[in-house]
């Protein structure tokens, strides 16, 4: 495997959501499982369709921790040139997917300590009780709007979230902007499912007390 197949920037069409190539390829019609044994038996084809399905939530991955644009793109094509190397000892008993954002948060982790910048300290996993606590507690709070009619647009997005931490303006864009399951953001970020989803729900109230507060 000698070649690595350079990923769109973020204006490119290709930024599409996974596997809305506007071209249809041989490959387009295989399994990640499938395109992961070709690309490991040197199947520039099926590496390169594996970059097009899942680079737009790698910029998505990417872009809820570092932010600047260069640096988002800076860390994809690290991603990929650091997945492409790596592929042959990948062994599948996880998603190729999650395999992949795993090496995004950690490229990401790793260019923040290289500027200097704080390094994200995840908290204690929350148990089972304390998760059941917060969350029925939260019932009560009815009159909260759905976020997710909050977040329309990608720059809105970026404005509500900006009084956030890095790891909760993640996990928010993962799951409200980017589709992903509470399973997934869990399995990305190595916490349980408890605390994903009680971190959510403190993430959203602070976005909508910030929402409220600037008159949105």
């Known amino acids: 495997m000698a070649h690595v197949p350079k990923i769109e920037s973020l204006d490119a069409p290709s930024r599409a959501k996974a596997g809305r190539s506007r071209t249809v390829h041989p490959a387009g019609a295989l399994d990640d499982r499938e395109l992961v044994r070709r ?14 399905r899942h680079q737009h939530r790698v910029f998505a991955v990417a872009g809820g921790i570092v932010r600047r644009r260069e640096d988002v793109e800076d860390v994809a094509q690290q991603v990929f040139v650091k997945a492409y190397f790596s592929l042959k000892r990948f062994d599948q008993r996880a998603a190729f997917s999650t ?8 490229e990401c982790w790793d260019m ?29 709070g009815k009159d909260v709007p759905d976020i997710s009619e909050r977040l329309e647009a990608r720059q809105r997005v970026e404005r509500l979230l900006d009084g956030l931490d890095e790891r909760d303006r993640l996990m928010l864009i993962l799951k409200e902007v980017e589709g ?3 399973e997934e953001i869990a399995e990305v970020l190595d916490l349980n499912a408890n605390t994903v989803k009680v971190r959510l729900f403190r993430a959203r109230r602070r976005v909508v007390s910030q929402a409220k507060g600037s008159g949105n």
């Open 112 to 140: 923040l300590r290289k500027k200097k910048v704080r390094p994200l300290v995840y908290e204690a996993d929350l148990s089972e009780e304390q998760a059941r606590q917060v969350i029925s507690s939260a019932q009560k």
């Open 99 to 106: 395999w992949l954002y795993k090496i995004t948060v950690n």
């Open 39 to 52: 690309a490991q038996r040197e199947d520039k084809e099926a590496f390169e369709e594996l970059v097009r």
């Open 180 to 182: 992903f399951s509470i």
